[in-house]
């Protein structure tokens, strides 16, 4: 079956089946990456029908896991936007560094370009033994790659080009070995992180002093994305510090209390000092 456009109605049958079956609120992620990544996923796994990709969901576990990853959120690179990264190790590290164990949670971590991103610049501030970091995705499959730390040899260059800018006179490739087709990252960085298959709003209890979640709230629709950012905000304590991506916002909801932590990034801190 080869599908050009899904129809809206096909669309929210099949988006509202996989929230029941996940716990993932696909109804609520914005309508035009959902439905393109949805139409790519069927086109992919080659049902012959909607029906038989729906019946197939439901009954065949492997086959409802590989729609869950392809439907997750792409990351593409690591240390992406450098000046990020820059601003982060600068301004914000040496904050969290005077906490005994600073708690960090890096939610819907996808494939896990932003955890490792963190994981060495926890490793270059001497930070990773003492932080607690927590993080989580509502794929198997993803937690699996981020536990393997097994890349495609092809995204190296551009994640070596950002770090390059980072630190200049420090090799990406200290922390990892190369292969012909594959580089894999020193699992060593994972020794203090709490990998976890979960949805954000499975988080109910943890309180945390950083919460990295850059380029996720962009594939939200609007209610799920004031939803998130109201639950992502229960988490931190006052001070707290949450960052997103450049193109993302924290408006519409009046009740957030953030603040700017950074004027160049959009990295806020809970409540005034």
Not at 6 to 15: G, M, P, W
């Amino acid at each position: 079956m080869s599908i050009k456009k899904l129809n809206i109605s096909d669309y929210k049958e099949i988006a509202t089946l996989l929230t029941g079956l996940s716990g993932v609120d696909f109804s609520g992620f914005a309508l035009s990456f959902a439905r393109k990544r949805l139409e790519n996923t069927i086109n992919a796994l080659g049902a012959s029908s909607i029906g038989e990709f729906k019946n197939k969901l439901i009954a065949k576990p492997s086959f409802f896991e590989t729609v869950i990853y392809k439907m997750s959120p792409p990351v593409t690179e690591l240390f992406r936007a450098p000046e990020f990264w820059i601003t982060l190790e600068q301004e914000i590290l040496p904050k969290l560094n005077k906490k005994e164990a600073p708690k960090i949670c890096v939610p819907q971590c996808a494939s896990g370009d932003e955890l490792y991103s963190l994981l060495i610049l926890l490793k270059r501030n001497n930070m990773l033994q003492k932080s607690q970091v927590t993080a989580y995705d509502f794929s198997n499959k993803n937690i699996a790659i981020i536990k393997a730390g097994i890349y495609p040899i092809k995204k190296l260059t551009q994640s070596k080009k950002n770090y390059a800018i980072l630190a200049p006179q420090q090799e990406l490739t200290a922390f990892c070995s190369l292969s012909e087709t594959t580089y894999t990252l020193n699992n060593a960085l994972l020794e203090n992180v709490d990998l976890q298959v979960r949805t954000i709003f499975d988080d109910n209890t943890g309180e945390y002093d950083f919460i990295l979640f850059r380029n996720r709230l962009i594939y939200m629709g609007k209610e799920l994305h004031n939803k998130t950012l109201s639950h992502l905000h229960r988490r931190l304590p006052r001070g707290g510090i949450f960052a997103i991506g450049s193109k993302e916002s924290i408006t519409g909801n009046s009740d957030l209390k953030f603040f700017k932590a950074s004027k160049t990034e959009k990295i806020y801190r809970k409540g005034r000092f």
